[in-house]
């Protein structure tokens, strides 16, 4: 089994939305044993706190069920833990790389894996915090492709998926 955990800074926006839309596509994929996913943020200020309405909201649109998840912040034991840390942006992946000393290889940008035809690597993934639906969307559509590269992306590397 390989475990993917998705990161943003609070763990209430794009990391558990992240987190919804992979479980969603491996599902629909037939390749859900062969997956473990869950969500943290950097920093802890909403642990315990479920995603938010926006995320929910979108989610939900889409068929997606996250309003079960809840914040929580991220630990050293996931780096050795995880097998792939997906961060939603440069500050994110920077953090875990250094404040948590998360082993390099491990920690990747979520971006990296578009399939958008426009080179859309090392860029991050936009927090609509504090924003409208419209934001919510855009990171849905953002997580949605990104995540279908991951996938892949995991299917050639792991060639017994």
Known sequence: MQS????CLGNICRSPLAQGIFE??????GLEPGF????????GWHEGEPPHSGSIAVARKYGIAIEKQRSRPVHAKD???????????A??????IAEFRFPKPKVHLMRDFSLSPDNKKGLGVPDPWGKTSAAF???????DESIAGFISFLKERHERL
């Open 79 to 89: 780096g050795e833990i995880f097998d792939y840390i997906i961060a939603m942006d």
């Open 36 to 43: 473990d996913a869950d969500s943290a943020g950097t920093s």
């Open 4 to 7: 993917v955990l998705f990161v």
């Open 137 to 143: 969307e855009e990171v849905f559509a953002i997580l």
């Open 24 to 29: 969603h596509q491996i599902r629909l994929a």
């Open 91 to 96: 500050a994110n992946r920077d953090s875990l």
